[in-house]
């Protein structure tokens, strides 16, 4: 993103809640995105579970805890500036992340809901190559999705996990989600849980700290 491009919105003056290693001494970054209702701080203590030795936490915190208005699947507008502003948060934890000397390829977007529905966004955005992303039960924002996103993820590693019956993000999106970012070169593991409601289970943790392990 050129500093033309540059979003200044509702999430721009928030801070970015940090934990795990010290950035100057990490080796790796998690950049966390909460759900809606939700904050960075609560994301930090969730990640104590997927943590390892050397990697940064950083968490953007949304204003008024919820990143955009309007469910996710509503037409894009509808959630506008919150969806750009929470991407620009998003890449601005990765720019300090970059300026510590982290390279993109070694920094994984983690999220829940809401900020999974917003790091997945972001992957799609800004394909490059990078650590990882895991989304919890999120998936692409939009009414509709593109026909095509263009770019290449260079085999970034994925992972989706969702319930099958989730109040808020429906099952489709979540294999949309899978079949967009697997056609931008994505290394995209799926997982539905039968009836699981809305939240992480420790299948998806374990597999989630085994890609932070990886990192």
Not at 65 to 75: D, E, H, V
Not at 92 to 108: F, H, L
């Given at each position: ?23 100057a ?8 995105t ?35 208005p ?35 390829d070694?920094?994984?977007l983690?999220?829940?809901s809401q ?6 966004e ?13 989304a919890?039960?999120g ?23 969702c ?21 931008m ?7 539905l ?13 374990e ?9």
């Amino acid at each position: 993103m050129s500093a033309d491009d540059r979003v200044d919105g509702p999430h721009q003056n928030q801070q970015l809640v940090t934990g795990g290693a010290d950035l100057a001494d990490a080796e790796a970054a998690l950049v966390l995105t909460h759900g809606r209702g939700a904050t960075a701080r609560g994301m930090i203590q969730m990640a104590g579970e997927i943590h390892r030795d050397g990697v940064a936490l950083l968490a953007p915190q949304a204003a008024r805890q919820t990143w955009y208005p309007n469910s996710f699947l509503a037409p894009v507008e509808r959630n506008e500036p919150g969806r750009s502003s929470g991407l620009q948060a998003i890449s601005d934890a990765i720019d300090e992340a970059n300026d510590a000397g982290i390279p993109t390829d070694r920094i994984m977007l983690v999220g829940f809901s809401q900020g999974g529905c917003l790091a997945s966004e972001f992957l799609a955005r800004n394909p490059r190559r990078y650590g990882g992303l895991a989304a919890f039960s999120g998936g692409l924002i939009g009414e509709d999705l593109d026909d095509e996103y263009p770019g290449d993820l260079e085999d970034t590693p994925v992972f989706l996990g969702c319930s099958d019956v989730d109040p808020h993000i429906p099952e489709e999106r979540v294999h949309d989600t899978a079949d967009v970012l697997e056609s931008m070169n994505a290394d995209v593991t799926k997982r539905l849980y039968e009836g699981m409601g809305h939240g992480i289970n420790e299948d998806e943790m374990e597999y989630v700290a085994g890609m932070v392990a990886e990192l």
